[in-house]
């Protein structure tokens, strides 16, 4: 089974700094999601990566296939980037399946 | 908007009766995940079906099933319901099958069992 764990859990930041939440697993995998959970509910699709790094306006996401850890960053962070930031993997076996295994999420909140 | 809907978006009712959860992916989309996430779980992964197949199947109750149909809508049906399986359902679809393709949320159905 792979575990995929986050942290910090609840991160508080002031408008403006640079943000990293940081994401490692158990067992190797060949991919990994990072997802967006706004405080309505609403989960968005932030990156799938599978290797090296990807960047998409102020979010980073890089991956370390061999150290197991990704991490998720935010540039310039801004006060409409307050949600819940997840990372899944996919099981050990699925690689033909897409199921994945979730963190319990990091809550981050930024202040103006 | 992901493209990926879900109904309904509320739905409250009370231990032992049955619903029907109904998930339309993106256009073009073949493969339909379910998720529950409840406050003291996190997000789970339910059932995965690929046009119109189950391929994979996760932490799924006896009491829960589902189906692909022909159009690729898929439905989620949960009976004789538990206080416990009061959570939000999401549907995902993605164009392929594989770990290596993003993956669509829907909106979410939120269930109360009262």
Redesign the interface.
């Known amino acids: 089974k792979n575990e995929v764990e986050q942290s910090p859990q609840n991160l508080t930041a002031q408008e403006g700094e640079f943000i990293t939440i940081n994401c490692s697993y158990s067992v190797g ?3 990994l ?1 990072w ?1 967006q959970q706004h405080p309505g ?5 932030l990156f ?1 990566l ?1 290797s090296g790094k990807k960047k998409h306006g102020r979010l980073i996401a890089t991956i370390n296939i061999q150290e197991k850890h990704s991490s998720l960053h935010i540039t310039a962070s801004h006060p409409r980037d307050s949600a819940v930031y ?1 990372c ?1 993997a ?1 099981p050990p076996y ?12 990091t809550k981050l909140s930024v202040k103006p | 908007d ?1 493209g990926v809907t879900q109904t309904p978006k509320h739905l409250i009712t009370a231990t032992g009766q049955r619903v029907t959860l109904r998930c339309s992916p993106r256009s073009g989309d073949l ?1 339909v ?1 379910w998720y529950q996430q409840s406050l003291d779980q ?4 339910l059932i ?1 079906y690929y046009n119109g197949e189950e ?2 199947k ?1 932490n799924i109750l006896e009491r829960f099933s589902a189906q692909q149909f022909p159009d690729l809508h898929s439905e989620l049906n949960l009976s004789s319901l538990e206080l416990g399986d009061s959570a ?1 359902y ?1 549907c ?1 679809s ?1 164009a ?10 829907g ?2 159905t ?1 269930l109360t069992v009262l």
């Not at chain 1, 699925?94 to 999420?105: A, D, V």
């Not at chain 2, 996190?42 to 992964?45: A, D, M, V």
């Open positions: 995998i060949s991919a999601h997802l509910g609403g989960i968005v699709s799938m599978s997840i899944a996919p699925g690689g033909s399946q897409g199921n994945l295994i979730f963190g319990k999420g | 992901s493969s995940y996190g997000l789970q992964f995965q391929r994979a996760g939000l999401f995902a993605s392929a099958g594989d770990s290596y393709n993003e993956q669509f949320f909106p979410g939120r």
